[in-house]
């Protein structure tokens, strides 16, 4: 089924660990994002990427680190994992550019818990 | 910048009765307005859109009507299942990008 994978779906890290979240998408799509969700706060955008090649800050880019590495794959990093990292987090694409604003399509998410 | 505020939850409502999960947005330019749901261990799915003032989404039996004199986007069903029950985000995109902004989330908790 097309869509947006993510793997793993689960983690537990220590404090001072790293890993690397990947995604994937088969949309064909140019926009890539990277949110993490926490209770009463909703969704916020740590990265994006607007096309291949490009990528910005969001809302909460702290502690992270992303690479597009070809226009499916989005992958988010965690260089040293701190326990206010422990969040889901979830990659969406989208068709992007102007015109017709379109929305997003999203991974089933990860679970990440900082220890 | 631009936001959006929904209404608190949690909603708990019988099966049959009327939903309205009201929302308000922030916004310097003309946004598209959607409605995401969220069901328990997955993804955010598209629910429902407009992208213009006056334009009515709908879906699945809910709708929701952009108001841009009031700057609203409330979402409403008229007669809830049981397998409606989920969290609902209301969310905006910058026309320029499309990078969207969420309000906080409503669960919505249908009982038999």
């Known amino acids: 089924n097309a869509g947006v994978t993510q793997t793993p779906k689960f983690q537990v890290l220590k404090t001072g660990q790293s890993m690397t979240l990947q995604c994937a998408q088969d949309?064909?799509?140019?926009?890539m994002y990277w949110y993490r969700q926490d209770p009463g706060m909703g969704l916020r955008l740590i990265y994006y990427s607007a096309s291949e090649g490009t990528t910005d800050k969001g809302e909460v880019p702290n502690g992270y680190n992303v690479s597009r590495l070809n226009k499916r794959e989005f992958s988010l990093r965690l260089e040293s994992a701190a326990p206010s990292q422990t969040s889901v987090y979830f990659c969406?694409?989208?068709?992007?550019?102007?015109?017709?604003?379109?929305?997003?399509?999203f991974g089933s998410g990860t679970r990440l818990t900082v220890v | 910048g631009d936001s959006v505020t929904q209404m608190e939850g949690p909603v708990t409502l019988s099966e049959e009765a009327f939903l309205t999960i009201n929302c308000t947005y922030t916004?310097?330019?003309?946004?598209?307005l959607f409605w995401y749901v969220q069901y328990p261990g997955e993804g955010l799915q598209l629910l429902l859109k407009a992208t213009k003032a006056d334009d009515k989404g709908s879906n699945k039996g809910f709708e929701a009507t952009y108001r841009k004199e009031t700057t609203s986007f409330h979402l409403e069903k008229g007669s809830v299942q049981v397998s409606d029950s989920a969290v609902y985000f209301c969310?905006?995109?910058?026309?320029?990008?499309?990078?969207?902004?969420f309000g906080t989330g409503t669960r919505l908790l249908v009982s038999p």
């Open positions: 969310a905006l995109s910058d026309f320029g990008f499309q990078k969207l902004v």
């Open positions: 916004a310097t330019g003309y946004p598209s």
């Open positions: 949309m064909n799509h140019n926009s």
């Open positions: 969406a694409s989208s068709a992007g550019g102007g015109g017709e604003s379109y929305g997003y399509t």
